[in-house]
């Protein structure tokens, strides 16, 4: 019941069902009985199952990750930076973005890198130019696109098919050491100078700035890397140095009239949202429950280990060998 080969099955089932179902855990439960037992569980055993995920499963220690009160705001998020404090990872979803989207987040940042390095607030790219994949970011004191500059890196196809690297700089400057609300829409088949919407404001002042740029990048963009807050996947540079909070994606690109409404009053719902705000989980997205991991960290979630490992001993299920 518990030799290694079983352990090992059972990690191997979990790690299927968290590729195949992106939903809530009742969801993968159902995927499990499924490939399992041929059937969906009754009521009384989905229950039984959600329970026992739920008692046990741990999120992240707060000991693991540096969750901190974002100086000049009320809102708590996380501390990433390049002596402590590593960026947080999650594994791909075919759910996350692959036509129009929207990242937003609240940001603050302590440090530039010396050189033309990025300062990376999201990506889904391993920072590889041909390597498909996008990211946001802010310029450092050598770029060549003016310092303290939010950009987005943009890798995929163009209208012609060819694979394209792009960065689009928005021209809107953060200050270091003051708290911004930033985010990026990308109508993703708009070519024109409004295909892209940039939108930071200071959460000091409450200024509000605006940008459009134009774009080349026409599809073929998603990555299978890890979305990555605060870094790029399988890269040790190029990471945040200061706090991120209340990150959201939305597969829309949202026109400004819909982002500076509150999200319960927006007509499209976020694809996730990482508030930072549950004292139990928070890691823990506030739509899906996709759960961050510190970055390189294997993502499989032990207590949907110990769920395959019960289900696996089940005398329902037959094993032929």
């Not at 992240?60 to 404090?85: C, Y």
């Not at 134009?214 to 299978?224: C, I």
Request: charged share 25%; proline share 5%; glycine share 6%.
């Amino acid at each position: 019941m518990n030799s290694d080969s079983l352990i090992k099955r059972a990690e191997a089932l979990a790690r299927r069902i968290d590729k195949e179902v992106s939903g809530p855990i009742d969801s993968k439960i159902r995927h499990a009985c499924r490939l399992l037992f041929g059937r969906d569980p009754d009521r009384t055993e989905l229950e039984l199952l959600t329970a026992f995920v739920h008692k046990n499963s741990t999120d992240t220690s707060p000991s693991e990750i540096l969750l901190t009160k974002i100086p000049d705001t009320t809102l708590q998020g996380v501390a990433i930076g390049d002596k402590e404090g590593d960026p947080l990872e999650l594994a791909d979803h075919s759910d996350l973005p692959s036509e129009d989207f929207t990242i937003e987040a609240v940001v603050r940042l302590e440090s530039l890198y010396p050189d033309a390095s990025v300062r990376s607030i999201v990506s889904q790219w391993d920072g590889t130019t041909s390597h498909i994949g996008w990211s946001l970011g802010v310029t450092s004191e050598k770029s060549r696109y003016t310092p303290r500059n939010l950009i987005v890196q943009l890798i995929g196809q163009t209208e012609s098919g060819a694979l394209s690297y792009e960065v689009i700089p928005s021209g809107l400057l953060l200050e270091l050491n003051r708290p911004y609300r930033v985010s990026v829409s990308i109508n993703i088949g708009d070519t024109s100078e409004t295909g892209v919407l940039f939108r930071v404001v200071d959460l000091t002042t409450q200024e509000e700035r605006t940008a459009f740029q134009k774009h080349l990048v026409t599809s073929g963009y998603h990555s299978d890397r890890p979305l990555v807050i605060g870094g790029r996947a399988q890269n040790s540079r190029m990471r945040w140095d200061g706090q991120l909070a209340d990150i959201r994606i939305t597969n829309t690109a949202l026109p400004l009239d819909q982002l500076i409404l509150p999200v319960s009053e927006r007509s499209t719902v976020p694809q996730a949202h990482w508030s930072f705000q549950d004292a139990d989980r928070p890691l823990t997205d506030n739509v899906h429950g996709w759960t961050l991991s510190p970055a390189g960290a294997d993502n499989l979630n032990p207590a949907m280990v110990d769920l395959c490992h019960v289900l696996l001993n089940s005398n329902e299920l037959l094993y032929i060998d």
